[in-house]
């Protein structure tokens, strides 16, 4: 029987992450006085093992044994050639993808929801808070603790809290503890529904609760847990590319584009960095992170120094921004609905090492029933954005009868995101845009901070 399905065996595992800052230069974080974060300021909020992993300029970082003991329930994910795909779009191009959605979480953040679960039992903490947008990082860090032996704490955007209650109870029978953001649990919460009691919310908002909520406990058990941006983050999630990248070797494929999509940066980072490094040393490969133009932030936000959250706590982040107070519209990827980026994707953008695209709702989701009725996977909505962009490559392949080779990254399934999908078939689905004038409001908050240095790695 033929298969297209590629698997690694569990001795062929990735053993390291792949830390990227030891390729690359960054524009530092900075506090309020604007001058350079140092570590013990990020002590109230994280636990200073993942601090050192934040900062660190080590190629290659070992993975802990208890940590690849709960990748192995999921891990190697598998690597598949979309043949049917293929066949549907008339390309020549070869199709594959990274398959995340196997994970216990339907999704790619157990990848750093385990070991930030475990680098914080080891420093002695009992509880972690966090936000979620679509709640899949919610429901992976709700995993991850009732693995490692943690109490839970998630802030989820209202508007994803509303249109995805099962989520909800997804963390719930794990362990974790939801409530919809803004709450009246933070001074973060009470003050935005204060202006605005009918507020969808944001990441930014969700953020800023999740973080009070554990740098106000007094005990000083409580520690804040990141689903994307920060490094140790993107750290984590190199094992994708690093099996995608062992599993193309057993077909004879090299990728000449790597797509995927991207909110705060995590899947993207993970299936494309290890690529990011093969473009620094001389291979050919076209990388592109696809993001909503309901929420532009790389194809149309500044690099500029800005908040990560919307009430401030965060020190600045070098990074391309809409603006911390962004609420962007209520499109269903809730995951892409951050109002920055990824401080090293932003950095690499600078460089050209990446192509940021944007694609509208109603085009992601037109691909992503494609992909399913050909595939059988129902794709998450975050997922259909890099769809619509191996759409956009196969027929561009097509044109030219080039036969190229792409790589993409299936962040999640779709099967608790089905009533964006009956949306969809009932043509209730908006084509949200932002207007130059709105972004424009949007990015005044950030005028009068410190600029970033155009900094030039290779």
Not at 423 to 445: G, P
């Amino acid at each position: 029987m033929k298969t297209n399905t590629i698997f690694l065996s569990p001795d062929e595992m990735p053993r390291q992450w792949y830390n990227i800052l030891a390729d690359i230069k960054m524009n530092p974080p900075l506090g309020p006085d604007g001058k350079p974060v140092t570590p013990e300021m990020l002590a109230p909020v994280f636990p200073m093992n993942l601090i050192e992993q934040e900062v660190s300029t080590e190629r290659w970082i070992t993975i802990p044994d208890e940590v690849m003991n709960i990748y192995s329930i999921w891990r190697p994910s598998p690597l598949i050639r979309a043949v049917n795909f293929e066949k549907a779009l008339g390309t020549p191009a070869k199709i594959y993808y990274k398959n995340e959605s196997v994970s216990p979480a339907g999704s790619h953040k157990p990848n750093t929801a385990v070991p930030q679960a475990y680098y914080n039992k080891v420093f002695g903490i009992k509880k972690l808070t966090t936000e979620t947008g679509a709640g899949q990082w919610g429901s992976a860090l709700s995993f991850a603790c009732s693995q490692i032996g943690l109490e839970c704490k998630i802030y989820m955007v209202r508007i994803s809290f509303d249109q995805k209650p099962y989520r909800k109870a997804q963390m719930q029978a794990w362990g974790g503890k939801c409530v919809a953001s803004p709450s009246n649990e933070t001074n973060a919460g009470r003050a935005i529904l204060a202006k605005d009691p009918n507020t969808p919310g944001s990441l930014g908002i969700a953020i800023s609760e999740a973080v009070e909520a554990a740098v106000s406990d007094t005990t000083g058990q409580t520690r804040y847990a990141l689903g994307s941006v920060l490094n140790h983050v993107m750290l984590h999630q190199t094992v994708i590319g690093l099996e995608a990248k062992k599993q193309l070797e057993k077909t004879g494929d090299y990728p000449d584009i790597v797509i995927g999509c991207a909110g705060g940066g995590s899947n993207f980072a993970g299936i494309a960095f290890p690529f990011v490094s093969d473009k620094m040393h001389g291979k050919k490969v076209e990388i592109y992170p696809v993001e909503p133009i309901a929420c532009p932030t790389l194809t149309r936000g500044p690099f500029v120094y800005d908040h990560g959250d919307t009430a401030r706590y965060t020190p600045l982040l070098a990074m391309h921004s809409l603006g911390h107070a962004f609420v962007p519209p209520p499109v269903h990827a809730g995951g892409l609905r951050y109002h920055g980026m990824s401080p090293i994707v932003s950095q690499l953008v600078t460089e050209n090492l990446l192509t940021p695209k944007a694609v509208s709702q109603i085009d992601a989701f037109k691909a992503g029933v494609l992909f399913a009725r050909t595939e059988g996977m129902i794709p998450a909505p975050e997922s259909n954005h890099a769809i619509a962009q191996v759409v956009i490559e196969a027929n561009r392949a097509k044109e030219t009868g080039e036969k190229k080779v792409i790589l993409f990254n299936l962040s999640g399934h779709g099967l608790l995101d089905l009533g964006s999908y009956e949306k969809y078939f009932a043509n209730e689905l908006d084509n949200y845009a932002i207007s130059d004038e709105d972004l424009a409001k949007s990015e005044a908050v950030f005028k009068d901070f410190p600029k970033p240095q155009l900094l030039k790695s290779i």
